[in-house]
């Protein structure tokens, strides 16, 4: 994958009408035989739901260069079957009974405040913005798509900081006790777009490239090309040694080299005899991302690990090394190492670099819990019946 540096330049690219052109793309998704594609052939691979199809279109082979992806057709069929999965190709897509659930969930809230919180939080929701004459409780009684709800929050949060912050200040205390860090962390959108990008992915990826306004990059992400951009750099702005795409797609849904990592604690499970989640994480962590103290059942099963394959392994050398598993650069420490040369002593055979992580997946969207495996494969599907497409 191309350095952040490429990303950064063609930024404009991709939410603009230019694009950069890249000097690399994902191992896992290009095969050197492949022809480069234009806008004009990647339309002739999306699906007949797909309107406008040249607007998606451009948006795809725009968000594949901007991000130092070359477009071809398993790269743009790759974005698509992402896309599929996740909206249906809508930019800001309905959520059926979504102001029921929003209801319910300040309902909870509500009650979880001591008497003295409950008319502060009446008072919050009472107010209106200059732009609508609308109370915030009546415009979230009617709020059908995540950008709805999601402006509606922001509208609150930004009113209130900016005119009242005795107010704000004091809503952001009552934050604390919903057990959140602030007012904004009641927000319940996490994820946005045509592609579900994480928001707190997004935000951070635009601040490292230019400086951007969170504001701004959660209103490009219920664009078209915004949305698709975003969804792309999550997709492939990373490089791994996937020989398959479903991986990439599993990480999409749980996180970056979660398929890598679930493959770490399968590994530690089967020398030590033990069943360990797959979840991908050997860390724990918070909602920021900042990774937790706490020893997790994977970090006290590669202790026992080390005790026994690697004993010049320290503890702190074990969570120095798991401070990485986010990155390519996991792969060079000695935790690694030593698993790989234990597993491949003990049972003839070197390890899987992969597998897909078990994790479930809860949402308002499905009738029942679905998991990490169920979304990859639901993608690869998607791709796979895109690859068949004639884009010539």
């Given amino acids: 994958m191309g350095a952040r540096l490429v990303v950064v330049l063609g930024l404009l690219g991709a939410l603009g009408c230019g694009a950069t052109r890249p000097a690399t793309s994902g191992p896992d998704v290009k095969a050197p035989a492949e022809v480069e594609l234009d806008a004009r052939q990647i339309e002739r691979l999306l699906p007949a739901k797909a309107k406008p199809a040249s607007v998606w279109a451009e948006a795809v082979w725009n968000g594949l260069l901007a991000n130092s992806v070359i477009p071809t057709q398993t790269s743009a069929c790759a974005v698509i079957a992402v896309v599929a999965q996740e909206s249906g190709f809508q930019a800001d897509p309905v959520v059926p009974g979504l102001a029921k659930l929003v209801k319910a969930r300040l309902d909870g809230y509500r009650d979880k405040l001591p008497l003295l919180?409950?008319?502060?939080?009446?008072?919050?929701?009472?107010?209106?913005?200059?732009?609508?004459?609308?109370?915030?409780?009546?415009?979230?009684?009617?709020?059908?798509?995540?950008?709805?709800?999601?402006?509606?929050?922001?509208?609150?949060?930004?009113?209130?900081?900016?005119?009242?912050?005795?107010?704000?200040?004091?809503?952001?205390?009552?934050?604390?006790?919903?057990?959140?860090?602030?007012?904004?962390?009641?927000?319940?959108?996490?994820?946005?777009?045509?592609?579900?990008?994480?928001?707190?992915?997004?935000?951070?990826?635009?601040?490292?490239?230019?400086?951007?306004?969170?504001?701004?990059?959660?209103?490009?992400?219920?664009?078209?090309?915004?949305?698709?951009?975003?969804?792309?750099?999550?997709?492939?702005?990373?490089?791994?040694?996937?020989?398959?795409?479903?991986?990439?797609?599993?990480?999409?849904?749980?996180?970056?080299?979660?398929?890598?990592?679930?493959?770490?604690?399968?590994?530690?499970?089967?020398?030590?005899?033990?069943?360990?989640?797959?979840?991908?994480?050997?860390?724990?962590?918070?909602?920021?991302?900042?990774?937790?103290?706490?020893?997790t059942e994977t970090m006290r099963a590669l202790e026992a690990f080390a005790l026994k394959y690697a004993p010049k392994l320290s503890s702190c050398s074990l969570r120095e090394d798991a401070l990485k598993e986010k990155t390519k650069k996991f792969e060079n420490t000695k935790t690694w190492a030593e698993l790989k040369r234990a597993f491949a002593a003990k049972l003839g055979r070197p390890p899987k670099y992969a597998i897909l992580p078990d994790v479930a997946i809860s949402s308002p969207k499905f009738t029942q819990t679905r998991s990490t495996a169920w979304f990859a494969q639901s993608v690869d599907r998607r791709y796979r019946t895109c690859l068949d497409a004639k884009p010539l």
Avoid: C
Wanted: charged share 25%; proline share 5%.
């Fill in 117 to 295: 919180g409950k008319p502060l939080f009446a008072r919050l929701l009472s107010g209106r913005s200059p732009e609508d004459a609308r109370s915030f409780e009546a415009r979230l009684d009617t709020v059908r798509t995540e950008g709805d709800l999601d402006r509606v929050f922001r509208d609150m949060l930004r009113y209130y900081k900016a005119n009242h912050p005795t107010t704000f200040a004091a809503a952001n205390f009552a934050g604390k006790l919903f057990d959140v860090e602030n007012l904004a962390a009641l927000n319940p959108i996490t994820t946005a777009g045509s592609m579900q990008v994480n928001v707190r992915f997004a935000e951070e990826w635009a601040r490292d490239a230019k400086g951007a306004d969170p504001d701004d990059v959660r209103e490009q992400l219920y664009t078209i090309k915004g949305g698709v951009f975003y969804g792309t750099a999550r997709l492939m702005g990373f490089e791994a040694g996937y020989d398959d795409p479903v991986y990439r797609f599993a990480d999409y849904n749980a996180g970056v080299y979660a398929s890598r990592n679930a493959a770490v604690q399968a590994q530690v499970g089967t020398l030590l005899g033990l069943k360990l989640a797959w979840d991908g994480d050997l860390l724990s962590y918070e909602p920021d991302g900042t990774p937790k103290p706490d020893e």
